[in-house]
């Protein structure tokens, strides 16, 4: 007869919390890579293979000082060990090479630059000068559209 036990305790709790944050960790670091992998992509195909190898390098002097460090780390393989540490690193770089251009894209939108109309006049003539920038966001150039417009039905004549 056979007799089986569930575990229980706070041992098989840190067990399921180590479990259970690890699995939201991965599940971040992809997200993070399928942020990325656009971005990467369009720069060229070269860059996600580079990172990788980057990644596996810097994985190397990472996993050695953990083991050193991590007693309990140094029962598992330390080929697995490299393994996980190169993926998740892969994953993450991926992600922090294109948050710039993320972050570039969401200021751009969220915060679009304000460009001066300057005018000059000596009297009889005036001259309106629009503010022009060659990167903004929708809404600056529907509203350099709009004052345009506005001066056309105002009587200017407008040069570009």
């Known amino acids: 007869m056979t007799v ?3 575990p229980t305790g706070s041992g098989h709790a840190r067990s399921t919390l ?3 944050l690890a699995t939201l960790l991965w599940a971040a670091l992809v997200l ?3 942020a990325g992998l656009p971005v990467l992509l369009s720069a060229t195909w070269l860059l996600p293979p580079a990172l990788l190898a ?3 390098l810097i994985a190397v002097p990472l996993v050695w000082t953990w083991r050193r460090l991590w007693r309990a780390s140094r029962a598992r393989p330390w080929l697995g060990s490299w393994l996980r540490a190169s993926v998740g690193g892969w994953l993450m770089l991926c992600g922090l090479v294109a948050a710039p251009v ?3 894209a969401i200021t751009t939108e969220t915060r679009p630059a304000i460009v001066p109309t300057i005018t000059l006049s000596n009297g009889p003539r005036t001259v309106v000068l629009q503010g022009m920038q060659h990167v903004g966001s929708e809404r600056f150039f ?3 559209v709009y004052d345009l417009e506005k001066a056309l039905a105002d009587g200017y004549v407008l040069a570009y």
Do not use: G, K, P
């Open 54 to 56: 980057l990644s596996a």
């Open 142 to 144: 529907q509203a350099v």
């Open 102 to 104: 993320y972050w570039i």
């Open 32 to 34: 993070c890579w399928l």
């Open 4 to 6: 089986t036990t569930t």
């Open 18 to 20: 180590r479990i259970r």
